[in-house]
């Protein structure tokens, strides 16, 4: 059974969540890189006003920790290019920017499961209940926030290149697929979209707040195809989000169909 976090209260946040589902706009086009692989992309999602308020007003996803956001976990690593990334960057770091500080790959991570059956490492918390080792208080003299975001910000640097993979491409959601055609040729298509409480399974409905789905999130200045643009540059490449970012210009220009339901600018 589907657990609904919807509340009537309208003091708590979780009211201003808009439903799961509602009607999407969908654009999907060849990449002009490759002719191999296809795009397939969310313009509901894309075209929203949704803007990460982490310090600004987020409520976080567990109840009484907003300071979290959603650091309260480790971040699963998603292969050793992203492991060896994370790694490098976490070099830079020392106890005056970091303060969790420690040193030693083994000690800044932890083995788990994702499945429930097979190991996968992800970084390490601050305890047994604390959140992500990297998450620094908001009084720290070296600055409140995630370590790894703010040394790349101090470097000059789009913080996808420090951060874990699943930390910088959240709150979009990436599925890769080879598909045969009917004349038998095969694709590969990216399909990009909203990574809302379905994303995490069905521990995503046990979250307290998540913020894709609420009003407050979504005050975004200009549209999410714009404000993400280094990261879906990273998750299609240069040239197919290019394409993306003119197909997306074109429909705001002609007027939504499917609008996301919780902007409300």
Request: a negative charge; one cysteine or more.
């Amino acid at each position: 059974m589907e657990l609904r976090v919807l509340v009537d209260d309208p003091g708590d946040p979780r009211s201003r969540e808009v439903p799961l589902d509602f009607p999407r706009e969908w654009i999907e086009f060849a990449d002009p890189a490759d002719e191999t692989h296809l795009i397939r992309a969310d313009l509901t999602w894309l075209l929203s006003r949704w803007t990460c308020i982490f310090g600004r007003g987020c409520h976080g996803i567990i109840a009484g920790r907003s300071a979290d956001g959603c650091c309260s976990h480790g971040a699963f690593f998603t292969d050793s290019d992203d492991e060896k990334r994370v790694r490098n960057a976490v070099r830079l770091l020392t106890p005056a920017t970091w303060q969790h500080f420690r040193r030693g790959f083994k000690n800044w991570t932890d083995e788990d499961t994702i499945d429930g059956k097979n190991p996968a490492r992800r970084t390490a918390t601050q305890g047994a209940e604390g959140p992500c080792v990297f998450l620094n208080d908001a009084d720290f003299p070296g600055g409140g926030g995630c370590a790894l975001h703010a040394q790349a910000l101090r470097d000059g640097v789009h913080p996808l290149e420090y951060k874990p993979d699943v930390c910088w491409q959240l709150p979009i959601r990436r599925d890769q697929e080879w598909v045969k055609r009917p004349d038998n040729t095969r694709v590969l298509v990216s399909t990009l979209s909203e990574f809302d409480r379905r994303g995490w399974g069905a521990g995503g409905h046990d979250l307290d707040w998540w913020c894709t789905s609420s009003t407050d999130a979504h005050v975004g200045a200009e549209p999410m195809y714009l404000s993400y643009g280094p990261e879906l540059t990273a998750l299609v490449g240069a040239a197919a989000y290019e394409r993306l970012a003119e197909l997306c210009a074109a429909r705001v220009k002609q007027g939504m169909v499917a609008p996301h339901p919780a902007d409300q600018l």
